[in-house]
């Protein structure tokens, strides 16, 4: 067994250096203090497992904060720990990161340099200090942190070669799950201009009236059925001919088109160490559902009924941090929802095919919808299954759907299996990681150590 010391992050901050920060509280930096472009604010909201994720709802705020508080930018290396709420979650500061700013619900650690602090963070990632950082934080409804908890944490530190070998194993493989991101990123990005292109634009029937033949990446087929100009309609203008295409959601349930419901309300008491992963809002965060989940056990998973997942449902997030749109893939693999997600099921894909469906939830068609109908209680947004109903869908030709889902089939495809891949990498990196730590792998030599 390799040697190793056992310490706690105040320990090490008191010998080696470093500190400890609270962001500013709220009569430091004022809400009214946002603006919508500049450095981007880091509170509970962006810390992920293991690195930092902006969205939608960041706030921001300019040069005139920065200077006033430059104590609270963060550099490249630190960690960052939720405040409250996720306290399990801890994210590192990647170089095009450096310089974002600390908010009030986030504590940033500053290690010295006698220390890796890829390392650290990757220590921090265990589900044994995960498991700790939940029993020891304070709160009993809303669990929260602080510097002193923080101080307390246990780290094990080898030698800081070791620290270093130890960190670029591990960050080979999150690069390359970076990297999967990223393409699947730029992939979504191109199905959704095709949806916009087709089904908001109408390009291909402006292209048609224009006299063109065929169009881009459409087929004969799907290019055949389309009209050659536009008509009015309530909802504005559209292919003409398809001026009824609009539905009442309502509409398409019934006719056993389409099936929306909400999720299963699970006790605490059902979840296990195997079953089906139960998805909350939390584990849809991006176009494939593969975040971490707790297990639901068997008999929960047969009394949830038909709040399981079919492949290719979309589940829409729809209280608390909603407009998340998630696809269930073959690879994501039987999920029971929670009652924050919705679940919207193409029924019968001769008349909505369910590509069709994915990309039109992703669309700025769907999210006007919600965001005109979004309430608020107890502090959580939502979106009523009722007002869901109550939305208006286009459902064009199926042979035009069908085209569609061709063109766009391979990159959802293509994403899926970049999230699969990326899911057994991060499998590979946590199998990895309490062996290298322990000294039990030895990763100077690559084999494993003896004791």
Request: with cysteine; proline share 6%; net charge positive.
């Amino acid at each position: 067994m390799l040697d190793r010391r056992t310490t706690t992050l105040g320990e090490l901050i008191d010998s080696d250096g470093g500190d400890i920060k609270t962001g500013p509280f709220g009569t430091k930096l004022k809400a009214a203090e946002y603006t919508p472009t500049g450095v981007p604010v880091i509170s509970v909201g962006e810390v992920g497992y293991g690195r930092l994720r902006l969205h939608a709802k960041t706030p921001r705020v300019d040069a005139s904060v920065t200077n006033r508080m430059p104590e609270y930018l963060l550099r490249h290396g630190d960690i960052v720990f939720g405040r409250k709420g996720a306290v399990d979650r801890v994210a590192r500061v990647h170089i095009e990161q450096d310089g974002w700013f600390l908010g009030s619900d986030g504590i940033r650690v500053r290690l010295p340099s006698s220390c890796d602090s890829a390392f650290i963070a990757y220590q921090l990632l265990v589900p044994s200090h995960r498991d700790w950082m939940i029993q020891h934080a304070a709160g009993s409804t809303m669990p929260s942190l602080n510097e002193g908890i923080i101080r307390r944490i246990p780290i094990v530190l080898p030698s800081l070669d070791e620290q270093r070998a130890i960190a670029h194993v591990l960050g080979s493989l999150d690069d390359k799950i970076e990297q999967n991101r990223r393409t699947a990123s730029k992939l979504e990005g191109l199905a959704r201009a095709v949806f916009k292109a087709w089904f908001v634009d109408f390009e291909p029937v402006k292209a048609k009236a224009a006299g063109a033949t065929a169009f881009p990446g459409m087929s004969s087929e799907a290019f055949a059925a389309l009209p050659v100009r536009l008509a009015n309609s309530d909802s504005g203008p559209v292919p003409e001919g398809w001026e009824n295409c609009w539905h009442r959601v309502s509409e398409l349930e019934r006719a056993r088109t389409l099936l929306i419901g909400d999720g299963y309300r699970a006790k605490r008491s059902e979840l296990a160490e195997t079953g089906a992963p139960f998805i909350r809002a939390g584990n849809v965060n991006g176009s494939i559902i593969t975040d971490r989940a707790e297990l639901l056990g068997q008999p929960a998973i047969e009394r949830a009924g038909v709040k399981r997942s079919q492949v290719w449902d979309t589940v829409f997030t729809s209280k608390g941090t909603v407009g998340r749109i998630g696809l269930v893939t073959p690879i994501t693999g039987d999920v029971v929802y929670a009652p924050q997600v919705c679940f919207w099921r193409a029924l019968n894909h001769e008349i909505i095919t369910p590509f069709f469906l994915y990309l039109w939830m992703k669309s700025e068609l769907f999210k006007g919808q919600w965001m005109s109908v979004k309430g608020q209680t107890d502090m959580a947004d939502f979106v009523s299954l009722s007002d869901q109903r109550a939305m208006t869908m286009l459902v064009p030709p199926p042979r035009v759907q069908r085209g569609f889902d061709n063109v766009v089939r391979p990159m959802v495809q293509l994403i899926a299996a970049l999230a699969a891949e990326s899911a057994r990498l991060a499998t590979l990196r946590e199998y990895l990681l309490p062996g290298l730590l322990s000294g039990r792998f030895d990763v100077r030599h690559g084999e494993r150590s003896g004791g």
